[in-house]
């Protein structure tokens, strides 16, 4: 019968499959020869002594035991051409994975993204970087895959409460993704991988009946005695259906203005913001790993800090080993950063949000927006940014100890934000209260990681497309909006989620509470 085993390796071991059947052979004490296959469940790095181990847990076949490939395959998707129709806003990790459900229960998507699909969006992405030119509709955030697919690829949540998160990764591994996500504690596909998947999952769900309807902005949501009636788009079209799935992403600040004009409930919620930094990958590793090299056989090393300062969280936010610093605006006159990494995490430089959680109290000065007091809040601090930066997608930059010392730098390195950095003292960018705790936060970042303090490392600002400063508030239970009857807010931008893994599985979970009233009322 095969074993099951949990151990502790050193990277080369772990590494080497030989090794690894050598090392293997002791602990259960056979030839090295009578091990027919090792299959690896779970991998983990442990890093907290000096000689860092690789945690694994395996499956142990011997010879003329049957080991078989875990083959992981699609769901028998229907065609779905002439079936009831569901209109699905938004091409995120929540509307295409509420797609795929939608077909998988019988149900036809009609999915609208205001963006381009995943292969015309370079364009508008190169555009941003080498000319500073933001097209409102095609950028970092908006297009084919959404944010996520020009992001980290990072597919771990903390929330396991959320839902069945190996259901999505099975998905991804079976839509083209490496297994390795389904084995590592911190699985993450990479940007370099994401858009074929992506271009993937959109030709499924055309080839199984579905519509995906690229360059389609929404524009207004037809509502007749309190119920959705269909959507109307910026070119004058009407797509009626009674059932809606709002899944925009955190960036939609359009949508929140229809809803808060169409007088649809909405309310406020706190985000956390703050600036992006850089380090050279190795300092990173040198403060990770405990060595001045981290060899081949480690992955670039990330971090994760979180300290309490005055009373607020100030913590890492989508750590990118190997990445890079990309611009994220949605509109002229703004400046958004966020960071990315390849599969390989092959960048020379690390990078980091470091953000502050902000409160309701703090929107107060922008009151009179009522529920959209956090989303001004947070547009005046871009809107800031953009100004210091010299009116381009150039971002505001400071070395970080001449953060803490409130010193403008005198240089500015090169770093991986491509538009370029402007010097500028961050306590302009920010209120008084945000730049006061982020200094004191750095100075205890520094005490816990020796050597994180340093002028080597370059803040960026903002970092302020955390979530969403809107909540879209919805019934617990049915998941259906709390005043309009067919109105389903879903993912980051509704307030549900944080990242692509819990967006793909709140997609999912509004297509089956669809599917349950459709099902009910027949």
Not at 96 to 113: R, S, T, Y
Not at 355 to 378: H, I, R, T
Request: hydrophobic share 40%; with cysteine; proline share 5%.
């Amino acid at each position: 019968m095969p074993q099951e085993l949990l151990l502790q390796v050193s990277p080369e071991i772990a590494a080497n499959e030989s090794l690894l059947k050598i090392h293997l052979s002791k602990q259960i004490k056979v030839l090295v020869n009578e091990i027919q296959h090792v299959a690896i469940l779970k991998r983990s790095i442990d890093a907290r002594q000096k000689a860092i181990k690789i945690n694994l847990k395996v499956v142990i076949y011997l010879k003329g035991e049957s080991f078989q490939e875990n083959k992981i395959e699609l769901p028998d998707y229907k065609n779905v051409s002439n079936a009831q129709e569901v209109i699905v806003v938004g091409a995120g990790p929540a509307g295409l994975f509420a797609a795929l459900q939608l077909i998988e229960l019988g149900l036809k998507p009609i999915v609208i993204e205001r963006g381009k699909d995943v292969r015309g969006r370079r364009r508008d992405l190169k555009a941003i970087n080498r000319d500073h030119i933001v097209n409102e509709d095609s950028n970092y955030c908006f297009g084919e895959g959404g944010a996520g697919t020009y992001s980290d690829g990072k597919l771990y949540t903390r929330s396991k409460k959320r839902g069945d998160v190996n259901r999505i990764l099975e998905l991804l591994v079976a839509f083209g993704a490496t297994g390795d996500i389904l084995v590592d504690a911190h699985p993450h596909i990479g940007t370099n991988k994401l858009p074929q998947i992506i271009q993937d999952i959109r030709e499924k769900i055309i080839e199984c009946g579905g519509q995906v309807l690229f360059e389609t902005r929404l524009t207004d949501i037809l509502i007749k005695n309190n119920e959705v009636e269909g959507i109307v788009t910026q070119s004058g079209d009407t797509i009626l259906a009674n059932k809606l799935i709002l899944a925009t992403g955190h960036s939609a600040r359009d949508i929140f203005e229809l809803l808060d004009k169409k007088k649809v409930l909405i309310e406020a919620k706190p985000f956390a913001l703050g600036v992006r930094a850089e380090h050279p990958q190795s300092l990173i590793d040198s403060i990770q790993y405990s060595c001045d090299y981290r060899g081949e056989h480690l992955p670039p090393a990330p971090y994760s800090i979180v300290k309490q300062v005055n009373g607020r969280g100030m913590y890492s936010f989508c750590m990118c080993p190997g990445g890079v610093i990309a611009p994220c605006a949605t509109s002229p006159g703004e400046v958004v950063t966020n960071g990315w990494s390849p599969s390989k995490r092959d960048q020379s430089t690390a990078n980091s949000g470091i953000v502050v959680e902000l409160k309701l109290e703090d929107f107060k000065p922008f009151a009179k927006f009522g529920a959209l007091a956090g989303m001004e809040f947070q547009k005046s601090i871009e809107q800031k940014a953009w100004h210091l930066a010299g009116n381009t997608q150039r971002v505001p930059a400071q070395r970080m100890i001449d953060f803490t010392q409130n010193k403008v730098s005198a240089d500015i390195p090169k770093t991986s934000y491509v538009p370029g950095t402007t010097s500028v003292e961050m306590g302009q960018v920010f209120p008084g209260f945000l730049s006061q705790i982020l200094r004191q936060g750095f100075s205890e970042f520094g005490k816990s990681m020796k050597g994180y303090l340093t002028n080597e490392a370059i803040l960026h600002a903002p970092e302020s497309r955390t979530s969403s400063p809107v909540r879209i508030p919805r019934d617990p239970i049915s998941y259906e909006h709390l005043q309009i009857k067919g109105l389903y807010p879903c993912g980051e931008g509704a307030g549900y989620a944080g990242g692509i893994i819990s967006a793909a599985i709140d997609g999912e979970k509004c297509a089956l509470k669809i599917a349950e009233v459709l099902k009910e009322s027949r």
